[in-house]
């Protein structure tokens, strides 16, 4: 299956494309995805592939993908695990879940981290709470660590408990990360903090407001994007 699912991409790349993604990606010397390897596989496409193997391919077939130096083979893998945890019990989720944290090497662009860390990591760690091998320390352990997507990982994920109107650990991650020095993080922090507004607005704008002066630029205006003009001005100003 792994030979005919790589015939299927050759049918789907493109040199333009390519070019054009590792452009948009900063894969060049010195940016954040250095090194990484496109093809110029779109993304509908992909799906579509995703969507033709994902029943019958196996885990071991799935790390295989996810592990490729290749971006639409881990974006492909990516696609299939997540696809595989919203149809399995816990015994299984548990599993996907393992091989998610064992690969997170391979989870290394946000395009990656955005359409996983939500729906494996952090939805595992909101329903299954109590799992004596797998809990939310894992995302505290994430943020601390000196790697990017890790970090990215870390706040991603909680979006499934925001989404729940759970926000604690979320304000909890966002303080260990306020100090970030990547723009892909401020921006993350500024995407998440919007989302607890939309849903909470006293809560998020109580944090803007105790966090001013700490909040990257990019996060503030992230996280007020949806307020009404006159106001958002003003907390751009720092005015409360």
């Given amino acids: 299956m792994i030979e005919d699912i790589k015939k299927d991409f050759d049918k789907i790349k493109s040199k333009t494309r390519a ?95 955005d359409i996983s860390a939500p729906h494996i990591l952090g939805d595992y760690l909101l329903n299954y709470p109590n799992e004596r091998d797998i809990d939310k320390k894992v995302l505290y352990k994430l943020a601390k ?37 990547h723009d892909l993080i401020h921006k993350a922090l500024g995407w998440m903090l919007r989302e607890v507004w939309k849903r909470d607005s006293k809560v998020a704008e109580k944090y803007i407001e105790e966090n001013y002066n700490k909040l990257p630029r990019t996060s503030l205006r992230y996280a007020i994007e949806k307020m009404e003009e006159k106001k958002r001005k003003r907390y751009l100003k720092g005015e409360f």
């Fill in 19 to 113: 070019s054009h993604s590792s452009s948009f990606f900063k894969t060049g010397p010195g940016e954040y995805s250095e090194g990484d390897i496109f093809i110029g596989a779109k993304n509908p496409d992909v799906k579509k592939l995703v969507r033709k193997y994902k029943k019958d391919i196996t885990f071991k077939g799935t790390e295989y993908f996810l592990n490729h130096k290749i971006h639409e083979y881990r974006l492909f893998a990516l696609e299939v695990l997540k696809y595989k945890y919203a149809k399995s019990d816990e015994k299984e989720k548990k599993e996907i879940v393992k091989i998610y944290l064992d690969n997170i090497e391979s989870i290394n662009n946000w395009d990656l981290v």
């Fill in 145 to 181: 660590k000196n790697d990017l997507w890790e970090n990215r990982i870390a706040i991603l994920s909680t979006f499934a408990f925001i989404r729940n109107n759970n926000f604690q650990d979320f304000f909890k991650i966002a303080d260990i990360l306020l100090g970030h020095e």
